[in-house]
């Protein structure tokens, strides 16, 4: 589809060639109308990914201060909002103008983990387990608990729709 885009001489008959060799190659990627009654929950599960990058890069940007100023490793996660420790980063840093922006950076996370606790809470309401078997299988593994599972199986929909290993490798862009 790139050399169709990139090609200097456009028209219908020409296009229509160039897909007709693609198919007939095998090198045409099929489109997949994912399911109407899914497609909310696995919309709300990637925004839920997004924003837990955000908040991700947020701590690191507060971790990467505090070692910056060589200042003692906060003693808590910084997701825990109500913890001693936690209260404690809001007089930890001896610049002003530093305090202010690590104070912005945890009122932003405090933010987000509430969002994501309701997105969360959202998705385990509304989620059909559809796929109950693969949904315990996933969470069998150390690590994937129930919206990690859920992610997964949301994303991937019908596993069935791939002919081969290879197709869902590609899929998974691995």
Known sequence: ???IHAGK???DRIDALKIAKLMRGGNFPLAYA???EHRFIRDALRRRTHIMRMSAQLKAHVYSTVSQYNLPAPETRLNLQNSPARQQMHHFFPDEAVQKSMDLNLNIIDTMVHEIYKIEHYVKLKAQCHKGSDFHILKSF???GKILALTI????GDI???D???QFASYARL
């Open 153 to 156: 199986l949301y994303e991937v």
């Open 9 to 11: 001489t456009k028209n």
């Open 160 to 162: 069935q729709r791939f």
């Open 164 to 166: 081969r290993v290879q």
């Open 142 to 144: 150390p690590g994937i």
């Open 1 to 3: 589809m790139k050399a």
């Open 34 to 36: 994912y399911p109407k």
